[in-house]
């Protein structure tokens, strides 16, 4: 959808090793964003970009970090995974324009599995 | 903070009859409201939002929204149930200048029966 793609689609790791997900969009969106889904809590944003090395922290930004050093390319960073963080992790994109009105895109998500 | 409420875990109806998925929210500021819907393992699409205007919106496959702005609701609806609308339905909530950071609701898993 929107052109884009996360990698990997499915990953099982184990406890204190790092993780980085990838999300890669091909419509030049500016802003970029990570979630979790979880049941009972829908999604929650974790980090989000507003521009190339321009992030900020969303609701649930602990254990995790973010760079993005092209357009196109938005990576989450788990520095030491946790069994808390088993989730599926959805990366999101939307248009340019500081309106809060456009929709956001999102990717097929990443299944996070940690043992 | 804003916030979203979607009260019911589960909505069953049948084929052909009409569907009501429930949303309300709470923000300080005007509202910008989305209605998305997620398939099995696939990201969440978008079906419609509301900005400002007409408190009746039209979106995709036949799916409308109304805003009620006294009882901070959207709710979800849509005519005539197909099968194929059986899915996980989300309703989210951003305010203007805040990012266009989404604050969703848990979901709503409607099923379409025969």
């Known amino acids: 959808d929107a052109g884009i793609t996360q990698s990997p689609r499915h990953k099982v790791t184990e406890t204190g090793t790092p993780v980085t997900l990838r999300c890669h969009q091909t419509?030049?969106?500016?802003?970029m964003y990570w979630y979790r889904q979880d049941p009972g809590h829908g999604l929650r944003l974790i980090h989000y970009s507003y521009g190339v090395k321009d992030t900020d922290k969303g609701e649930v930004s602990d254990g995790y970090s973010v760079s993005r050093s092209k357009t196109e390319d938005f990576l989450l960073t788990l520095e030491s995974a946790t069994s808390s963080q088993t989730s599926v992790y959805f990366c999101a994109a939307r248009g340019s324009g500081s309106n809060s009105n456009q929709p956001q895109h999102f990717g097929d998500g990443t299944r996070l599995s940690i043992l | 903070a804003q916030s979203v409420a979607q009260p019911e875990d589960q909505v069953n109806v049948a084929e052909g009859n009409p569907l009501t998925v429930k949303c309300t929210y709470s923000v300080s500021g005007n509202p910008y409201l989305f209605w998305y819907v997620q398939y099995p393992n696939r990201g969440l699409q978008f079906l419609l939002k509301?900005?400002?205007?007409?408190?009746l919106v039209k979106g995709s496959y036949g799916f409308e929204a109304e805003f009620n702005k006294s009882q901070t609701s959207f709710h979800l609806k849509k005519p005539s149930a197909l099968v194929s609308d059986s899915a996980l339905y989300f309703c989210?909530?951003?305010?203007?200048?805040?990012?266009?950071?989404?604050?969703f609701g848990t979901g709503t898993q409607l099923k379409v029966e025969l």
């Open positions: 419509e030049n969106h500016r802003y």
């Open positions: 989210a909530v951003s305010v203007t200048g805040g990012g266009n950071k989404l604050t």
């Open positions: 509301y900005i400002t205007g007409d408190n």
